[in-house]
């Protein structure tokens, strides 16, 4: 997948992550990039095309992939953070994680399959997380729906593999956008984990892990989970 000449698509794109992958994205050369946000007027940046974009609503999903036929790079990278427990939390807010990181991404997903099959193939990157792999008390809500993220990605990659789709996971652990503004650990730079990001889907990964902590956890894994997680369930 050569950026330079595509035609690229970003979810969330008014701010983090998402607002660097779009300004990466023209900087490498692509000839066009849909900057989309639930609320276009959002999107600040020059030189993008803006649409309106909720990807948990299926109208508008719809309806961005009838106007964007020539897309052939999508980057799901809209997302929400609750802060919410699965025993305690508000039901509400559960469902509004996998409704967002699960939900709709397999909206944008089923909606633009076909305009990337129109186009040649194409790519899709996933914006995971660390958390795809690990628990934390206070953020469990998000971790089950980026764990059902991830196990999307891996399906639709099988799935869409016939017709020439590259399919790429992107994990991190914190980047220091406003969804983790009251996180005072370590903080990735988002422009460094936008630009891992399109760096793999160049080079053609099925995975990015772009920090060292999203490496420690995937390490971990083929550990007995008591290791990993034996300060938290010690704490209380």
Known sequence: ????????LV???NRGIG??????????????????????EAVTLAGVEVLRLDITDPASVTAAARAAQDVDLVV???????????????????RREMDTHFYGTLNVVRSFAPVLAANGGGAILNVLSALSWFSHDGANAYAAAKA????????????LAGQKTLVTGLHLGAADTDLTASYTGEKADPAD???AG?????????????DEWSAHVKASLA??????????????
């Open 1 to 8: 997948m050569q950026i330079a000449g595509s035609t690229a």
């Open 11 to 13: 979810t969330g794109a």
């Open 19 to 40: 607002r660097h992958f779009a300004e990466q994205l023209l900087a490498r050369g692509a000839k066009k990039v849909y900057a989309t946000a639930r609320r276009p």
């Open 76 to 94: 799901n990278n809209a997302g929400i953070s609750t802060y919410t427990n699965l025993v305690e939390g508000e039901l509400d807010s559960i």
């Open 148 to 159: 059902a993220e991830w196990s999307l990605t891996n399906g639709v990659r099988l799935e």
């Open 193 to 195: 984990i936008a630009r």
């Open 198 to 210: 399109l760096d793999g889907v160049e080079a053609g990964d099925l995975e990015v892990v772009a």
């Open 223 to 236: 550990a007995a989970p008591q290791h990993f997680y034996a300060d938290a369930l010690t704490a209380g």
